[in-house]
């Protein structure tokens, strides 16, 4: 966030920046427990940082000037979150870059800012992902688990059925206490028409919408689901 926001950001807006964090009850006692949703959620937000870069790059016309390193290293994040957890580290970040380029009106920038060799590039590692998993494992090792967990994970058929709507109605004290704080902002921008002017802000939104909105899709539901979006939504306030 501070390089996107050109380096700006003093040492008091950080500490602020990690005070909101913490206020974050659910992800503070989460970061108690060494669960993999930890992880996947670091490597969420990582790409987050790295897509936002290439946003920054995109939108200011400096497409010339994007450094190799970040051409890579946000297709390799995603594969290393989807390594972690399957799919969603893929669809999280593309559903949150069509809602914010949908927010600023420039949706024909997608497929500059998510390149698609992009996608070639996370195929070519799963596909070595795969060749060892079925020199380890067997093929019936590798379809449970590229094709069965994939499935059970989209599909919700992994247990704890839950109504689509049911985030969005334990949204509040799952993100305790920045829940009415967020949505105080949220409803000012939007009546003053300032939503869009900061691109960080909306950012992150974005990123919190789109974990809510996918997540709410597949029938089962935990509240564990909810991790990777926490961060961004401290963001925001």
């Known amino acids: ?17 990690i005070f909101a964090l913490c ?32 946003v920054r790059l995109v939108l200011t016309a400096a497409e010339n000037k994007v450094v190799t390193r970040w051409d890579l290293a946000l297709p390799l994040t995603i594969f290393a979150a989807l390594f972690v957890k399957g799919p969603y580290a893929l669809i999280f970040p593309l559903v949150a870059l069509l809602f914010f380029l949908l927010f600023v009106r420039k ?22 992902w795969g060749l060892c998993v079925y020199l380890d494992g067997g093929r019936a090792y590798l379809t449970e688990l590229f094709i069965g967990q994939s499935a059970k994970r989209l599909s919700g ?24 704080p967020a949505l105080y902002l949220v409803v000012r921008e939007i009546r003053q028409g300032t939503l869009t ?6 950012a992150s939104l974005c990123f919190f919408l789109a974990t809510v909105t996918v997540i709410s899709l597949p029938s089962s539901k935990l509240e564990i689901y909810l991790l990777p979006g926490l961060p961004f939504l401290a963001i925001y306030v």
């Open 1 to 17: 966030c501070q390089r996107f926001a050109a380096g700006n950001a003093t040492p008091f807006a950080q500490s602020e920046f």
């Open 23 to 54: 206020a974050v009850l659910f992800m503070t006692a989460l970061s108690l427990v060494a669960r993999m949703d930890m992880l996947f959620t670091f490597l969420i937000a990582l790409s987050y940082v790295q897509l936002m870069e290439r």
């Open 107 to 128: 949706l024909h920038f997608y497929f500059k800012i998510f390149r698609p060799q992009y996608f070639l590039i996370i195929l070519g590692c799963v596909l070595i």
């Open 157 to 180: 058929s992994t247990g704890h059925p839950q109504p689509l709507y049911w985030y969005f109605t334990n949204v509040w004290y799952l993100v305790a206490p920045l829940a009415l």
């Open 197 to 202: 002017q900061d691109k960080v802000g909306l």
